[in-house]
């Protein structure tokens, strides 16, 4: 053999020994970027995961939360309606508390007239003594200083020797049911 034949000869073996090596680093290298996918892969995914965790419980604790606070707002609902129950009953009695009070107030002659006035006095009281228990009070009005909250003003005159804004006459009686009230008193204000 020649000496260029075997120069050919060594470049062809040398030329296919690179290739080779050359192939077995290119399929190494591609293991090893497969092996960083596969990784990169599993890191990503479990970082979905995480998310998609983190996420549901964000909404398991927000709808904790609203259930909560449904729960709380059906509560406090259910005790200001055992605690006004008897309102819509007070405000449908009151027109007829007034009338007794009318009646009340008429002069009696003759002593047959007072016995019955006597006993119209004995059925008011119980009457109103039932409507205190369920907490209806009385609002007083005359003497005192007008409260819009408490008094609907349907006069006003200008009196010596009564301060200004003070209620000088009560024309109807108001009520209040616990801390509400059902009906304000109207009065007539000194100006």
């Known amino acids: 053999m020649s000496e260029k034949e075997t120069t050919k000869e060594q ?21 090893a970027s497969q092996a960083e996918e596969g990784q990169g892969n599993e890191v990503t995914a479990e970082k979905e995961w995480e998310a998609k965790a983190e996420e549901a419980e964000n909404r398991y604790l927000r709808l904790r939360a609203d259930f909560d606070n449904y729960r709380r707002r059906i509560q406090k609902e259910g005790e200001a309606k055992e605690k006004y129950r008897a309102q819509s009953l007070i405000t449908n009695i009151l027109p007829a508390l007034d009338n007794f009070e009318r009646a009340l107030n008429i002069e009696v002659s003759d002593d047959q007239n007072g016995s019955f006035l006597k006993g119209m006095q004995m059925v008011h009281t119980s009457l109103l003594d039932a409507l205190k228990a369920e907490g209806l009070e009385v609002i007083e009005s005359v003497g005192q200083q007008f409260d819009p909250h408490l008094h609907q003003a349907v006069m006003q005159v200008s009196e010596e020797g ?3 804004n003070t209620v000088v006459e009560e024309f109807q009686k108001g009520y209040r049911l616990k801390d509400r009230v059902i009906r304000p008193s109207m009065v007539k204000v000194n100006e």
């Open 162 to 164: 009564v301060d200004s």
């Open 11 to 31: 470049e062809n073996v040398d030329k296919s020994t690179a290739e080779k090596e050359t192939e077995t680093v290119q399929a190494e290298a591609a293991e």
